[in-house]
């Protein structure tokens, strides 16, 4: 049995609310926090589930651990983790 044992997967939810939580923060964290958002968003691997068990389908994946989602969240404040949070 082939598994991936780092892998991530995104709901539109969690990426709008760290949008929401990063989304005008300039500072070096906060546009790090940016970047991440923008590859979470445009790469569909990152948030397409049909995509990705094709994926796994053709490299011969038959399970992947994900990974928890993106911690720099968790750096925003106690109202930016309320708020991810219960996007998630």
Do not use: C
């Not at 569909?44 to 990705?52: A, I």
């Not at 490299?59 to 991810?84: D, N, Y």
């Amino acid at each position: 049995m082939r598994i991936d044992v780092h892998a991530h997967l995104f709901s539109k939810a969690y990426i709008d609310a760290l949008r929401r939580v990063f989304g005008n923060d300039n500072s070096p964290a906060g546009q790090d926090a940016q970047r991440l958002i923008k590859w979470m968003s445009t790469d569909p691997r990152m948030t397409d589930v049909e995509g990705r068990l094709q994926e796994m389908e053709k490299w011969g994946i038959e399970m992947q651990v994900l990974s928890v989602p993106f911690h720099g969240a968790l750096g925003a404040g106690q109202s930016g983790r309320s708020r991810t949070h219960a996007a998630g």
